[in-house]
């Protein structure tokens, strides 16, 4: 079982970048698929999660009208593309998967990718 995340970057404030997450070993469809990401000395924070069949997201607060999740499950690829992106977006983000629609904490997600790293610049 496997997610491996890429797009990361480093941008400037205001730019857009695309996240992608690739999964494999698993039956995707089954799983639903979020995105948190992580900055030095913070705790794993929620940025949004999608249902299976991709009809409901949840987004934080913070990132809620700049954030899109979707998801492919011909692809078994869920991306999370970013606009307006602000210095303080600046984190490691990661994809991850739930077996169940239950919370947006951290600890509800089963499966981990690596992370990729996204910089934003003032």
């Known amino acids: 079982v496997q997610l491996v995340e890429s797009g990361g970057g480093l941008v400037q404030a205001g730019d857009s970048l695309r996240l992608s997450c690739a999964a494999s070993?698993?039956?995707?469809?089954?799983?639903?698929m979020g995105w948190f990401r992580q900055t030095p000395g913070k705790e794993r924070e929620f940025v949004a999660r999608i249902s299976r069949s991709g009809r409901t997201t949840t987004y934080a607060d913070s990132v809620k009208g700049r954030f899109t999740i979707s998801r492919d499950n011909a692809k078994n690829t869920v991306t999370l593309q970013m606009n307006n992106l602000k210095p303080e977006d600046t984190a490691v983000y990661y994809c991850a998967a739930d077996v169940a629609w239950t919370g947006t904490d951290s600890n509800e997600f089963d499966i981990w990718g690596q992370g990729t790293q996204v910089t934003v610049s003032s």
């Open positions: 070993g698993l039956t995707f469809s089954a799983y639903v």
